[in-house]
């Protein structure tokens, strides 16, 4: 038995060794990395064009492809140039000027954003919905241009959670998950939802430089900074906008306050 425990022992050194220095085959030694969530997506893009047949302009199976590039939400790439987002996967995402910034339910997650039929040229919300950071695949669109050169309108898309076809608003697709980014750069794209707790000096702060305590743990609704109509008056410490609720006297009644952040007492949750 001696000579057997001491087998054991030098077999897992030298085997510990060998791992160390490299000996064995990366295949043995590491396990593959997990798809990235974009190419899931794309896979199942793939999968939804053929279980529906698809045909892109050529007549041939369309072509999936991601379009990082394209801005989204109708906004166009070139002034006047409607945006062509046919063949891109992308995500569902909560419009810019959407209600959950009025009310104190934002954090009601997941959000749910309506989906449209639409028969004879026109388009009626049905009665199901989707949710905020669904991937779909977009096989068609009906979109014109509007004031201010954005496009206006609704794709028609396929959600790659249950290969399902639905139309959804322009203004509510956006071609890269921006909610796995960082918070300066999520906030570009969308709405977000963050957590407070003071790591820094710098407390939050309002429009007229006014600064006050927040409690540790409370959730703030990051403003989208395209559809931000206020400016950090001091932007080296506090530049990122967010909407706070605090309740009033009145049962369900809530106050918004607009305040300005520091991002590193932010983490980004949703």
């Known amino acids: ?26 295949a043995l030694a590491e396990q593959p990395a997990a798809p990235a969530p974009m190419d899931v997506d794309l896979i199942m893009a793939k999968n939804a064009i053929a279980g529906f047949g698809v045909k892109g302009a050529d007549g041939k199976a369309m072509e999936p492809r991601h379009a990082p590039e394209k801005r989204g939400r109708g ?16 995500y569902a995402s909560l419009q810019a000027d959407w209600e959950v910034s009025r009310f104190n339910t934002f954090t009601q997650t997941p959000w749910q954003l309506p989906v449209y039929e639409e028969k004879g040229g026109e388009f009626k919300a ?7 950071k669904t991937p779909v695949l977009v096989i068609d669109q009906q979109i014109r241009e509007a004031k ?3 496009f206006i309108g609704y794709l028609k ?27 300066k750069e999520a906030i570009k794209y969308g709405y977000c939802i963050a957590v407070y707790r003071n790591k820094t000096r710098y407390e939050p ?8 305590t927040l409690p540790d743990g409370l ?21 990122l906008l967010g909407i706070v609720f605090k309740s009033r006297e009145k049962k369900e009644s809530y106050a918004r306050s607009f305040l300005f952040f520091n991002e590193d007492d932010l983490t980004l949750i949703y």
């Open 126 to 132: 049905a009665k199901d919905s989707i949710k905020h």
């Open 219 to 239: 959730r703030v609704l990051m403003c989208y900074t395209l559809a931000s109509r206020y400016f950090s008056p001091d932007r080296s410490s506090n530049p």
């Open 157 to 183: 898309v396929v959600r790659l959670d249950i290969h399902r076809i639905v139309w959804i608003d322009v203004t509510q697709f956006v071609t890269v998950p921006y909610w796995t980014y960082g918070l």
């Open 205 to 212: 702060m309002d429009r007229k430089k006014h600064r006050g």
């Open 148 to 150: 201010g050169h954005k």
């Open 75 to 90: 906004l166009p790439d070139e002034t006047g140039v409607e945006p062509d987002y046919r063949g891109v996967v992308g």
């Open 1 to 26: 038995m001696g000579t057997e425990k001491m087998t054991r022992r030098a077999a897992a050194l030298l085997l510990a060794l060998a791992l160390a220095a490299g000996l064995f085959p990366a």
